[in-house]
Structures are given as structure tokens and as C-alpha cells.
């Protein structure tokens, strides 16, 4: 390490707190930026020049550089410059004073800086910008390792179908257990991408997989077959997936508090939605559905206007299904409602909104508590849990990402991962499984 490159603590990186390095010429200015963030849970290092900079970086991790725009021998444009070349994951914040606004718009966009503050700065603002990008960075790095996880689950199913194929050759009676467990698979795997979804800002935690567990519910009240009441569910979960390309303020923003222009723009994301699955034969059907859940009874929503029978019976069911849960999130109406009074707002719109044959099956759904079999769930720690449970609920993180569905069983490497999770995490998992049968009195 660079002899005037200071590391707040005797081990500079942890591995386990955000680090940042500040960048500056001046000794004083270093100093004040120390202080500032001394009270911070974050490693802090601090180097006089672009060079004693590049030096700890080629040792070191590091979330986030902030360096000031004027030094000597290299700006600080240049230093972020390079940073984003060689270390693209690496945050890049930028100091300036009004006279380098030109210079520093130049190196935003060659650099790619996430934001810029002038000097002299404001303690708040400074301390507010850092921990909302190091958020946005763990946000980040957290959806980079859920990617990873679809992969590695994907991978391994592959195996298990070669596997599986085997069997099938010695042994075609297990054709119809194959094709279940291969349908599970399917499902949990576009569930954890519905959690990648909802990591997207302004998501309400779960919504997808509620309106996605209604509506395969109501297309069984309705008497749909298994195959439909599937594809109304596999709809329900990537509903939203069309919303991923629009801006913070329209997904954060409930519907009916956006101006006409802005109602335009959000509209698209059903037709978004459709076209980003439409490559994919397997949900082209669920594809379908997504395009027209926004549609209404009287003709009069969107994107074609469709009314009545025009619009497919599992779209009808997903825009009640979608509407149920939005009421009571507060993303559709200015307040949130309680879930009698979302009720009544949905029974209000029989024949409008809703188609009123599934409004009758939502009627009925509700007051029918015995619809499923009742299965008595148990709370589990982590050391409890035995090759053979099954997950009574979805296994999710603390901040609602999914990390194994609903009625997974679990084995062996399943258990050691959750280990894992929580021992990274530094917090336990809410884990449910199913209470196991007692056998019979003999």
C-alpha cells in the first residue's frame, strides 16, 4: 500500500462493510471528508493523487471513488475515467466547483459518474448521495448474484432431466412424476425471476405472486381447466415484467395521480410485457394475457380497447385479480384501502371494469374458506430442518426476494444453502414447512 494511501482501520476492506475511497489533493479536504463519515458504517481509505488512488485500487476492493474534479498530473475525470474501465462495478461519484460544469458534464458521460457534487458541498446532501448509491450498488450486486442463482438452478435441472430421460428409458410408468417435477421446476424458476421483477424500484414486495395465487384460484371457481388455471398463474407472476424499462417516477407514482402524458407512457408496459416473452413459445399464451390485463369490460381500457368475450377469459381474471391487490398496495388509487373496502370498490365495477362472472367467482372464492385442503404449517429455525420437508410457504429474504417457492421439497444441499444464506446475511431465514402427517392408529 502506498505509504500516504490511509485506511480508516488496520484492515482496510472487511469484506463485510462498504468501502470508499475519497480522492483529493488536499490534506484538509481528505480530513473533512473523514470526519464526516466517521460515524458511518463504511471502511473509509483516502488518497492524495490519481496515481496513489489507482495503486490501492489494484489491491483492494472498493465500492465506491469519489474524487475531487482538479488535481495535478491527472483530473479527476481521467481517474474515473479509468476506474470505470477496469473496475466497472466500482461506484464513481465526482467533486466540482461551478467553474468545471462543462468539464464535468464531458466527464459524466465519458465516465459514466453516477452523480456530481459541488464544493463547497452540503454535510447532508454529501452523506444522503453516498448511501443512496452504495443502496443502489447492493440492490445491484444482489440482483447479479440472484442472476447467478437462475443459472447455476438452471443448470442443475438440465442434469436432472438428463438424468430423468434415463430413467424414462428403463422405466416409462415414471413418465407422469417427470413431468410433474419438471412443471414445479418451470414454475419456481420464473418465480424467482418474478422476484428480479419486483427488486425494481417502487415494486410492492409479493404483489405478483398474490395476484398471482388469486387468479389461478379464481380460474379454478370458474370450473378453467388445469392447463389454464397454469397459464393464468405463469401471466400473474411476470404481469409486470413490462414495466422494467420505465421510469422510477411512473412506477412510484399511483395510476390515477399521473397526467395524461405520463398515463400514456405507462400504458405501454403491457404491450412491453408481451413482446419480451413472445420469443419464448413456452409463454406465448401467458404472453397474450399480459397484453390485454388492463383491458375493460365496457371497452374502455388498454392498449386496443377490447370489451366483453373480445378479451381472453384469463386476461378478465387477472385484471381483478391485479386491481384486488393494487387498491390495498396504494400503486392505484391515492391511498391505499382496506381489504373490504378494495372489495367493495371491485363489486362496485361488475359490468365496467370487471367481467361480472368472475366478480361472482371472486364473491364466492372469498366466502368459501374451505376452498383448499387446510395443511398444518410449522415455524422452523434453520437447524431444525430434515432432508423430505416441504416448504409450507415461500421462502423469501427479508426484503422479499424469493429464494425457493412454495411446496420445494428439501434435501440435503437445499439445507446447507440455506446455512449459507443466513450465515452471509447475519440474519435467519422466516421459514414454514408443512406439519408432517401422523401415521394412523393402527
Not at 32 to 43: I, V
Not at 388 to 399: E, H, P
Request: aromatic residues 6%; glycine residues 6%; hydrophobic residues 40%.
Amino acid at each position: 500500500m502506498d505509504a500516504n494511501v490511509q485506511p480508516d482501520t488496520p484492515a482496510a476492506v472487511s469484506g463485510r462493510r462498504s468501502v470508499i475511497l475519497f480522492v483529493d489533493d488536499e490534506a484538509n479536504i481528505l480530513s473533512a471528508m473523514r470526519r464526516l463519515f466517521r460515524s458511518a458504517d463504511y471502511e473509509i481509505a483516502t488518497a492524495g493523487s490519481g496515481r496513489e488512488a489507482l495503486a490501492y485500487l489494484e489491491q483492494h476492493p472498493v465500492d465506491m471513488v469519489v474524487s475531487d474534479m482538479r488535481m495535478p498530473e491527472q483530473s479527476g475525470a481521467e481517474l474515473l475515467c479509468i476506474v470505470k474501465e477496469r473496475w466497472p462495478d466500482t461506484l464513481r461519484i465526482i467533486l466540482t466547483g461551478y467553474a468545471d460544469m462543462t468539464d464535468t458534464m464531458r466527464a459524466i458521460n465519458r465516465g459514466e459518474i453516477y452523480r456530481y457534487l459541488l464544493k463547497p458541498w452540503q454535510d447532508d446532501e454529501f452523506v444522503a448521495v453516498v448511501r443512496d448509491a452504495l443502496v443502489v450498488k447492493s440492490l445491484r450486486d444482489e440482483k447479479a448474484r440472484l442472476e447467478q442463482l437462475v443459472r447455476q438452478q438452471n443448470r442443475e435441472l438440465e442434469q436432472k432431466v438428463k438424468e430423468r430421460t434415463a430413467e424414462l428409458q428403463k422405466a416409462m410408468g415414471l413418465l407422469s412424476n417427470a413431468h410433474d417435477s419438471l412443471k414445479k421446476s418451470f414454475v419456481t424458476s420464473i418465480k424467482v425471476f418474478t422476484s428480479l421483477i419486483e427488486m425494481r424500484g417502487g415494486s410492492i414486495g409479493g404483489h405478483s405472486r398474490r395476484v398471482a395465487d388469486l387468479g389461478k384460484q379464481l380460474a379454478r371457481q370458474m370450473g378453467l381447466s388445469d392447463a389454464d388455471a397454469q397459464e393464468i398463474m405463469v401471466a400473474g407472476l411476470l404481469h409486470d415484467i413490462g414495466k422494467l424499462g420505465l421510469p422510477d417516477k411512473l412506477i412510484q407514482t399511483p395510476y390515477v395521480l399521473l397526467s395524461p402524458t405520463e398515463r400514456a407512457e405507462y400504458e405501454k408496459h403491457t404491450v412491453n410485457g408481451q413482446a419480451a416473452l413472445m420469443a419464448l413459445e413456452q409463454l406465448q399464451k401467458a404472453a397474450l394475457l399480459i397484453r390485454h390485463h388492463h383491458e375493460r369490460f365496457d371497452g374502455k381500457g388498454y392498449p386496443d380497447g377490447l370489451a366483453m368475450e373480445q378479451i381472453p377469459v384469463g386476461a378478465r381474471i387477472l385484471a381483478l385479480a391485479n386491481d384486488f391487490d393494487s387498491l390495498q398496495s396504494g400503486t392505484l388509487e391515492e391511498h391505499a384501502l382496506s381489504r373490504d373496502d378494495a372489495y367493495k370498490s371491485i363489486i362496485a365495477h361488475a359490468g365496467k371494469r370487471y367481467d361480472p362472472a368472475v366478480v361472482e367467482a371472486f364473491t364466492t372464492l372469498l366466502g368459501n374458506t374451505l376452498a383448499e385442503p387446510l395443511r398444518v404449517e410449522m415455524a422452523m429455525r434453520s437447524s431444525e430442518l430434515k432432508p423430505g420437508m416441504v416448504l409450507a410457504r415461500d421462502l423469501s429474504t427479508q426484503t422479499g426476494m424469493l429464494l425457493l417457492a412454495k411446496d420445494y421439497p428439501l434435501d440435503e444441499r437445499l439445507i446447507e444453502q440455506i446455512y449459507s444464506f443466513e450465515r452471509s446475511a447475519r440474519q435467519p431465514l422466516p421459514i414454514y414447512i408443512y406439519k408432517p402427517e401422523e401415521p394412523a392408529p393402527q
